[in-house]
């Protein structure tokens, strides 16, 4: 049963240590593909290198909204040329956040040295990007938290890419998931919504379309319950937990009792829906 993995930071620098056994981990796991999302220029670099090591890497680059107050002048110029280089390449993490302008708190380790740019800074940056996406046949890895209503309003006037989007680690209203669907969204599920305090979250999955639905891990993000894990690495310096990548199949596991589903038939129609949005790599695809 092959598995895909639809978001996730391979690249960051508490899984690159360990690539090793982490990629050892991912292959006894059956992974076929997994999207590694660059989020500033700085990091694009080694999602890069991810990609000429390993054939189930599916490149992205963007800039993410906690980054978009640090981008570089030349940003645009950047992913320009990163894009022009890697023809299988897809764009993302991007998006919008106000989260980190009315809710971060000061001393959040994940944001020190950031600066927090406005919510009408991170539409322009954002839209800049989804409308590269378009104009260069590449899917979209967006990012969204407490601005739902912003989301919206902005890819209804933003021209978008054909073969659509995706909204990663859903977590908006389940009464939007059709109005996103409409404009060609796809919903990454992630591990971390089998939390019984996450209802909200999952139920939404429950008005997914099944051909727009996809699975992720945002490893090492959004760590899983125990239930559910396979896998397990060190905490991060300030004890904070890293999730391993290879907990996607217990997000599978999740997710198919969570739906009523055979996991088969769940793998099966992940597959589909994670093709026809992400071009993989002619030696990936069977």
Not at 8 to 33: C, R, T
Request: charged share 20%.
């Amino acid at each position: 049963m092959k598995l895909y993995d639809a978001h996730n930071h391979l690249q960051s620098e508490a899984l690159l240590p360990q690539i090793g056994q982490v990629a050892a981990d991912l292959a006894s796991e059956e992974i076929a593909g997994a999207v590694v999302n660059g989020t500033t220029p700085d990091d694009w670099s080694a999602v890069s290198a991810l990609d000429s090591r390993f054939s189930w890497v599916v490149p992205s680059y963007g800039v993410h909204p906690w980054d978009c107050g640090n981008r570089p002048t030349n940003w645009q110029e950047l992913l320009s040329s990163q894009i022009a280089s890697e023809p299988h390449a897809q764009i993302g993490e991007i998006g919008i956040d106000r989260w980190i302008l009315d809710r971060a708190k000061s001393d959040d380790s994940r944001l020190a040295g950031l600066r927090s740019a406005p919510l009408d800074e991170q539409l322009k940056v954002f839209i800049w990007q989804l409308e590269f996406a378009a104009a260069r046949g590449r899917a979209a890895s967006i990012h969204c938290i407490d601005a739902w209503g912003a989301l919206f309003d902005a890819l209804k006037t933003t021209k978008l890419p054909d073969q659509g989007f995706l909204l990663h680690a859903y977590a908006g209203p389940p009464e939007m998931v059709k109005s996103f669907a409409d404009l060609g969204a796809y919903f990454s599920f992630n591990g971390s919504y089998l939390d019984p305090k996450r209802a909200n979250q999952r139920e939404a999955f429950k008005s997914v379309p099944r051909d727009r639905l996809l699975i992720e891990t945002d490893a090492p993000a959004m760590p899983m319950r125990n239930d559910w894990k396979r896998h397990d690495l060190p905490a991060r310096p300030d004890s904070a937990s890293v999730n391993h990548p290879a907990n996607i199949r217990g997000v599978y596991e999740g997710l198919a009792e969570f739906l009523n589903l055979p996991i088969a038939q769940l793998a099966k129609q992940v597959e589909a829906n994670f093709q026809r949005l992400f071009f993989l790599k002619q030696d990936v695809i069977q």
